[in-house]
């Protein structure tokens, strides 16, 4: 398997196919470059390389023990980058994943970043504080980490049964596949990264790396989204990020890069080659 070892000794997995401008993607908790695969096969088979890993803890990198959270993560995304030489590259993150790609250009700079793409991303804050009283109560997040610890292979199957896709709309059309792939991705993550990285992805502030941001952005979000809400998210982002294009989808949720990879892909593709987009409701 191709990895890169890391300056702490971590091993990263990464998937590198196709080639051409680079797409480097960042995925959510608790999953694995594995979530990519649809944009992964769309863009490599339309000239792009497309570069994918496994966040430490996750998938098939190092099961660590220290290290889950925002800095180190943005850090191993900064040792990938400068290890296969990307360079002029398209930096597509969704929910967590956003969140490292915000802290990676925040920390790292824009060097070597063409474009910017956060997708249901969970910047710029999502617990509630008192700056930031339109996110969520820390009791979501105690409640995520009570039922890993009780019961983390339940847990794992509720998630993407019911929120994660919006399986819990009557209008969703349910796939047990892609349940049953939620939870291979996550129960490949290790206990204690996964754990950590709930409070990665919810306590960590990243006003200050959007607002660093000097790279075209766009900033795609479902209003249905109930793992990431929009109002605290999204549209907060969007005002944050210089001359950030905002594109809303109605009614789709936070998995739409899975269930609703057609339209997203598309809509990827006409930012990556520089097309207007809408700054509206798709």
Same mark, same amino acid.
């Given at each position: ?9 971590? !091993? ?12 480097? %993607? ?21 000239? $792009? ?34 290890? /296969? ?32 793409? /956060? ?21 979501? $997040? ?13 847990? %794992? ?6 929120? %994660? ?5 009557? !209008? ?28 990665? $992805? ?81």
């Amino acid at each position: 398997m191709p990895t890169i070892k890391t300056h702490d000794g971590t !091993e990263i997995f990464y998937k590198d196919q196709g080639s051409g401008q680079p797409i480097v %993607f960042s995925h959510g908790w608790p999953l694995s470059a594995d979530d990519w695969d649809s944009q992964i096969f769309y863009f490599a088979s339309r000239g $792009f390389r497309c570069i994918a890993h496994d966040r430490r803890g996750h998938g098939r990198s190092s099961q660590t023990w220290d290290g889950n959270e925002m800095d180190t993560y943005a850090e191993d995304l900064a040792q990938l980058t400068e290890k /296969l030489d990307l360079r002029d590259a398209i930096h597509v993150g969704h929910s967590t994943g956003g969140g490292e790609v915000a802290r990676y250009m925040g920390r790292h700079g824009t060097g070597r970043v063409a474009k910017a793409v /956060l997708i249901g991303a969970v910047p710029p804050i999502m617990v509630r504080t008192d700056t930031n009283p339109g996110g969520l109560p820390i009791g979501v $997040f105690d409640g995520f980490r009570d039922a890993l610890v009780r019961d983390r292979a339940q847990f %794992f199957r509720e998630i993407p049964a019911g929120p %994660f896709y919006g399986f819990n709309r009557p !209008e969703t059309e349910f796939s047990q596949g892609i349940v049953d792939n939620w939870w291979r991705q996550g129960m490949m993550c290790g206990f204690k990264a996964a754990y950590d990285c709930i409070r990665a $992805f919810s306590e960590t502030d990243f006003t200050e790396d959007l607002m660093d941001f000097d790279v075209p952005t766009l900033i795609m979000h479902g209003d249905d989204d109930q793992i990431v809400p929009i109002g605290a998210s999204a549209l907060r982002s969007s005002e944050l990020v210089p001359g950030a294009m905002l594109k809303v989808y109605e009614g789709l949720g936070h998995g739409m890069c899975t269930i609703n990879h057609e339209r997203i892909n598309a809509d990827l593709l006409a930012f990556i080659q520089g097309v207007q987009s809408e700054q509206a409701s798709a």
